[in-house]
T-cell receptor, first 116, second 114 residues
Framework: AQKVTQAQTEISVVEKEDVTLDCVYE???????LFWYKQPPSGELVFLIRRNSFDEQNEISGRYSWNFQKSTSSFNFTITASQVVDSAVYFC?????????????FGTGTKLQVIP | DVKVTQSSRYLVKRTGEKVFLECVQD?????MFWYRQDPGLGLRLIYF???????EKGDIPEGYSVSREKKERFSLILESASTNQTSMYLC?????????????FGPGTRLTVL
């Protein structure tokens, strides 16, 4: 069974603050991928990043960075110097192929509000 | 750009009606998915399909069925709609059944069952 936990339901920060969104996962598969998606108020989920289970290097893309730690089964997402446009719901997801086909399990999402 | 379209943004139906939600993708993707999104519950997988005429149950298939007669189209069917099926329905596609593929989502259909 796969499970993704995003314990933070809602977070509010003031613009320019840094914020970290937590993601903890469970899986029996040894090979899997982790994803982050952003859902802005318009509703359409947008892919942000993918990380495979064998690559624990952290990644930075502009103001976004991701920290993958297999030892704690976590894949956390940090936004540096947050902006109002970052306001959205963020989903962490785990993708594996337990039956030979891709199955993606999402967390419950974290709603981020950036206050100007 | 991959485009996933859903037939309606908003839909209002009555209890007991048969409801069809349509999803079309234009990038020749093999995988297609239907999720429902509810506050506090995130996205939950209803059904997915990895090929034409193939389907697999997700985590919450009860009360739903699907149809995939053509590669680009994946339909979600509520045989007899009930009020507890009021939700946001999201369709997604991915290139192939490989675990590394990201999903592309449609804008969603907000279904209200009265």
């Amino acid at each position: 069974a796969q499970k993704v936990t995003q314990a933070q339901t809602e977070i509010s920060v003031v613009e320019k603050e840094d914020v970290t969104l937590d993601c903890v996962y469970e899986t029996r598969d040894t090979t899997y991928y982790l994803f982050w998606y952003k859902q802005p108020p318009s509703g359409e989920l947008v892919f942000l990043i993918r990380r495979n289970s064998f690559d624990e290097q952290n990644e930075i893309s502009g103001r976004y960075s991701w920290n993958f730690q297999k030892s704690t089964s976590s894949f956390n997402f940090t936004i540096t110097a947050s902006q109002v446009v970052d306001s959205a719901v963020y989903f962490c997801a785990l993708s594996a192929t337990p039956g030979g086909y891709q199955k993606v399990t999402f967390g419950t999402g974290t709603k981020l509000q950036v206050i100007p | 750009d991959v485009k996933v379209t859903q037939s309606s943004r908003y839909l209002v139906k009555r209890t007991g009606e048969k409801v069809f939600l349509e999803c079309v993708q234009d990038m020749d993707h093999e995988n297609m998915f239907w999720y429902r999104q509810d506050p506090g519950l995130g996205l939950r997988l209803i059904y997915f399909s990895y090929d034409v005429k193939m389907k697999e149950k997700g985590d919450i298939p009860e009360g739903y069925s699907v149809s995939r007669e053509k590669k680009e189209r994946f339909s979600l069917i509520l045989e007899s709609a009930s009020t507890n099926q009021t939700s946001m329905y999201l369709c997604a596609s991915s290139l192939s059944p490989q675990r590394y593929n990201e999903q592309f989502f449609g804008p969603g259909t907000r279904l209200t069952v009265l």
